[in-house]
């Protein structure tokens, strides 16, 4: 595993990933999932706004440091936003 | 559900059926038929021409390749060929590449199978993202994957083997076979399942014995995808070989010697590697209309 | 087709899952570690932060190579989709001649693709090649190794020499599974051949061009062999597409970091564009399916 490098930050990122896939599995099998359709005009499920979420988060955080908007822990704020109206409205 | 099998090209066309002229005149006059003709003439000339030049160079000696410019071989011969196939370190490259561009449909084929199987018929928890998530491995670009891949495989030992180029070939030919394969079993009506397990059968018996029969073209179109993608990929296979499992293509890069390229000998190895495919073209062409489609028509 | 609920077949999946978690998960995880951390070889890694991506991102390389990217993909889509769909309507039905021009069709299909590049080098050579001689003798000045135009259009002709046969196949599958009902149905109707296209041939081939898109789409994202044997990324820079580059750094110059920073990035446009491919191509089955 030497090769693979592991850092603390790395693997607590992975872990958190992880974890929130296990949780939205739990999710889906105690309360099953109904797809709506949202803004987007696709029908999406809990699972797809995590990943629509997830994804969009990554960008957020990209466009965060390259436009260097400010500190970078503030990205992850605007990433809970994002992450709120995906829930709320897509 | 549109029923593509009966329009499976080359099949045989049904006696008494429209033939290809009246569909044509049915469209439009005459001309029509010359025009298509005509385009599809100048097409295949555009894609045979530069096959043809590489023949042409191959079967020309270095001297007159350099020295004179001349649309056939004046000076016919074989010589380039002969190099190549009494060579053993030209020849292992193809067996190399053969290798594991076997291996690799096998595997690809193996566990798909199953897969595709589960996709096609059942619905369960996170299926849609499963696919979605296999898909991009399809379209995973190899060039991120070359370097962590090259460190893997030197860590579990496996580096310059034909294995690791297959297991590596995975990435993007399983998630393919799983697409193709899912297409061409939506087709397969599951009232035949249900009347086979009705009748006793278990599942891989069913599976074995009934199921594969009725999706062979489709698993002959999945073998052939396999087969081309992991045949023309040369990035990954490169990067994780060095001597004893060098493809072919990688050798064929060494004829840029100190006294310039060697012309005749890389255009006969690239005519030797264009072989293989036209064999494998030729025994699936009855599909191939079909296979492009993947089964989704 | 109404699918059961079962969630056995989850055991069904499990190979594909295993094999391609280890040739998927396992080298994007190393990427992301790398991403972070700088490294002198030998395995001795140092934190560096975020320093890569922002690097990265203030790159003029990494921008300039995908705005190359881009172009050389939207230009080549350009061509190689209404050139497919022309070809696809060209084809002969049914038949030895069918049978004929698929074979050859699929062709350069199966070229592995540094032989392609290889064919497309020899071939515009001014000296030895072809075209690059015919072009030479019509007074055109051409070549590819030093000329930035001539670079692009070998480039752009050897991509359309080698995958527009996958439009046109995709296209002229699409075409057969049409009844001829519906030829014979426009006949009565006295519809004029754009008719015909627009509203019978096109729709029925909107599922196939969408996956055929898709395909060209991203296997021209990640083009690297073909351009790599021709031009080798130049003249200059000229046709250093985003693979070129990435394989430069990673194992040309072994700059883990940038090249893990640069890899990540990569992937995450990759998978936002195939999504929106995804959820188009779905949602259009799911319109048809009704």
């Known amino acids: ?90 | 559900m549109t029923d593509t099998s009966i329009q499976a090209p080359g099949a045989g066309s049904i006696p008494g059926r429209v033939t290809e002229a009246k569909v044509n005149t049915a469209r439009r006059k005459t001309p029509r038929i010359n025009g298509s003709a005509v385009v599809m003439g100048l097409y295949l000339l555009f894609l045979l021409l530069p096959i043809y030049w590489l023949l042409n160079m191959s079967l020309k000696t270095n001297t007159e390749i350099l020295g004179s410019f001349s649309l056939w071989p004046r000076d016919l011969t074989l010589a380039n060929y002969v190099k190549i196939l009494t060579d053993e370190s030209w020849y292992i490259g193809y067996v190399n590449s053969l290798i594991y561009v076997v291996m690799n449909t096998v595997i690809s084929l193996a566990v798909a199978l199953p897969a595709a199987y589960a996709f096609s018929r059942y619905s369960f928890m996170g299926d849609k993202h499963l696919f979605f998530w296999l898909l991009t491995n399809r379209m995973a670009p190899p060039a991120v994957f070359a370097l962590p891949f090259f460190q893997l495989y030197s860590s579990i030992g496996l580096f310059d083997t034909h294995i690791a180029v297959a297991l590596a070939h995975c990435l993007f030919n399983v998630p393919l076979a799983v697409w193709i394969l899912e297409g061409f079993m939506r087709g397969v009506p599951k009232e035949i399942d249900e009347t086979a397990y009705l009748d006793g059968y278990s599942f891989p018996r069913f599976f074995i014995k009934i199921f594969t029969p009725l999706i062979a073209s489709g698993i002959g179109v999945a073998a052939f995808f396999c087969f081309m993608f992991s045949w023309v990929e040369l990035l990954l296979s490169r990067t994780l070989t060095t001597v004893d499992a060098k493809p072919i293509a990688a050798i064929m890069t060494r004829t840029q010697g100190a006294a310039g390229i060697d012309w005749g000998v890389l255009a006969a190895a690239g005519v030797l590697t264009i072989v293989p495919g036209a064999l494998v073209i030729y025994f699936v062409r009855n599909y191939i209309a079909k296979g492009f489609a993947l089964g989704r028509v | 087709m109404n699918k059961t609920v079962n969630q056995k077949a989850w055991f069904l999946v499990l190979p594909v899952l295993l094999l391609v978690a280890f040739s998927a998960v396992i080298p994007l995880m190393t990427v992301v570690n790398y991403s972070v951390q700088d490294t002198f070889g030998n395995n001795q890694f140092f934190w560096a932060g975020l320093e890569w991506f922002e690097q990265m991102l203030a790159s003029e390389r990494m921008w300039d190579a995908l705005w190359r990217q881009l172009t050389f993909s939207a230009i080549i889509l350009a061509i190689e989709v209404p050139l497919g769909i022309f070809v696809a309507l060209n084809m002969p039905k049914r038949g030895f001649w069918a049978s004929f021009c698929l074979v050859l069709m699929s062709l350069p299909l199966l070229i592995p693709w540094n032989v392609v590049g290889t064919i497309w080098q020899i071939f515009g050579r001014v000296d030895i090649g072809l075209l690059g001689y015919t072009l030479d003798k019509l007074g055109i000045s051409y070549n590819y190794t030093q000329d930035l135009l001539a670079a692009w259009v070998t480039v752009i002709v050897m991509d359309v020499w080698h995958w527009t046969s996958l439009v046109a196949l995709l296209a002229y599958a699409g075409l057969q599974s049409i009844p001829d009902a519906y030829y014979q149905a426009a006949k009565i109707d006295q519809a004029s051949r754009w008719a015909v296209f627009r509203y019978i041939e096109l729709p029925k081939m909107a599922g196939v061009l969408m996956i055929a898109i898709l395909l060209r789409f991203m296997d021209s994202f990640m083009i690297y062999t073909e351009p790599f044997v021709v031009t080798g990324g130049g003249p200059g820079n000229a046709t250093t597409f985003l693979s070129i580059d990435l394989v430069k750094m990673a194992l040309g110059q072994f700059d883990l970091g940038p090249a893990a920073a640069f890899s990540i990035m990569y992937f995450l446009v990759i998978l936002l564009i195939s999504w929106v491919f995804y959820t188009v191509m779905t949602n259009l089955d799911k319109r048809d399916g009704v």
Do not use: H
């Not at chain 1, 969009?56 to 990205?75: D, K, T």
């Open chain 1, 1 to 90: 595993m030497a090769w693979m490098a592991w850092t603390t930050p790395t693997a607590i990122f992975f872990l958190v990933i992880a974890a929130l896939l296990i949780t939205f599995t739990i999710l889906a099998i105690k309360f099953p999932e109904t797809p709506r359709v949202g803004i987007l005009r696709i029908e999406t499920t809990r699972g797809d706004r995590l990943f629509i979420t997830l994804l969009g988060s990554a960008f957020i955080n990209l466009i965060w440091l390259g436009l260097e908007v400010g500190p970078q822990p503030y990205a992850l704020l605007a990433c809970l936003v994002y992450a709120a109206a995906v829930f709320r409205w897509v």
